[in-house]
């Protein structure tokens, strides 16, 4: 049986200009998100709202993700961008002799932190 402290999250702090405080998130559920004053009411209404979740998944027969799956994601999206950025990240391939799409994933995961070899 799974526990809700085996569910990973993220907190970050909000804005004053989205009220204050922490949100917190859980990458299995990108439908869960939650918030509070402090950090610990933050992932004390976050784990409610994990557990309400949980309950309406399993209530309409859908499945629940297993803790650190990171929920189901194609691993494809679409976002559109400024032409003169479009014709630089086209000029960049080709200048390096790859794919527009290899040359954008590796971009994106070296800004996250995470250098591979695509």
Known sequence: MRELKDYPFEIRPLSEEDGGGFLISFPDFSECISDGETIEEA??????????????LESMNLPVPAPGSLGSYSGKFIQRVPKSIHARLALRAKQEGVSMNTLVNTILAESLGQRETV
């Open 43 to 56: 992932i004390t209404n976050g784990l409610d709202a994990l557990q309400e979740t949980i309950a309406a």
